[in-house]
T-cell receptor, first 113, second 116 residues
Framework: GAVVSQHPSRVICKSGTSVKIECRSLDFQATTMFWYRQFPKKSLMLMATSNEGSKATYEQGVEKDKFLINHASLTLSTLTVTSAHPEDSSFYIC?????????FGEGSWLTVV | AQKITQTQPGMFVQEKEAVTLDCTYDTSDQSYGLFWYKQPSSGEMIFLIYQGSYDEQNATEGRYSLNFQKARKSANLVISASQLGDSAMYFCAMREPNSGNTPLVFGKGTRLSVIA
């Protein structure tokens, strides 16, 4: 079964609204969560790294005010896309390390109309 | 310079045959980890196999094996006895240094199509 659970799997929102994506670790404490974005037929690009109880570290070019990441507990990290625009439409996926393995959530398809 | 290079955008293989997906990497770290993931059209990332830089033996997991050539900095994935369900995108990724809080860096991926 899933070790990292991500939802929603698909979401459609109107331009200008905000959308929250959640990632939960199911049977381990996820002190670190990585958030990736993937455009169609492209690779995964790291957006930010969140650590429980501290501010997220964003990659260069990623707007921290637009992509709000919260990691308030050891089992939950959230990504909020604020004031979404059609160009934010993408596949977003989280992952968390556990030993030598990195587990991924199921991913979220975001469509902004 | 790209950290992970996958030179094959697409590959075709006949069912039941073996196929090799290429991956080369660039690092100056002594400690690093190499990963392969399968991504079907649903989007989920399915972990296939892991090779640590200090591992002397090539990693194997069922039909998957990793041909690790450290001096050449290559970590090719070999899939034996291909099945139709193997059709997907395959990503090679690296973590350097090989510690828990280091994110994966991905190659551009190879789309594998298995033909009946």
């Amino acid at each position: 079964g899933a070790v990292v659970s991500q939802h929603p799997s698909r979401v459609i929102c109107k331009s200008g609204t905000s959308v929250k994506i959640e990632c939960r670790s199911l049977d381990f404490q996820a002190t670190t969560m990585f958030w990736y974005r993937q455009f169609p037929k492209k690779s995964l690009m790291l957006m930010a790294t969140s650590n429980e109880g501290s501010k997220a570290t964003y990659e260069q070019g990623v707007e921290k005010d637009k992509f709000l990441i919260n990691h308030a507990s050891l089992t939950l990290s959230t990504l909020t896309v604020t004031s979404a625009h059609p160009e934010d439409s993408s596949f977003y996926i989280c992952s968390s390390p556990r030993g030598n393995t990195i587990y991924f959530g199921e991913g979220s398809w975001l469509t902004v109309v | 310079a790209q950290k992970i290079t996958q030179t094959q955008p697409g590959m075709f293989v006949q069912e039941k045959e073996a196929v090799t997906l290429d991956c080369t990497y660039d690092t100056s770290d002594q400690s690093y980890g190499l990963f392969w993931y399968k991504q079907p059209s649903s989007g989920e990332m399915i972990f296939l196999i892991y090779q640590g830089s200090y591992d002397e033996q090539n990693a194997t997991e069922g039909r998957y094996s990793l041909n690790f050539q450290k001096a050449r900095k290559s970590a090719n994935l070999v899939i034996s006895a291909s099945q139709l369900g193997d059709s997907a995108m395959y990503f090679c990724a690296m973590r350097e240094p090989n510690s828990g809080n280091t994110p994966l860096v991905f190659g551009k991926g190879t789309r594998l199509s298995v033909i009946a």
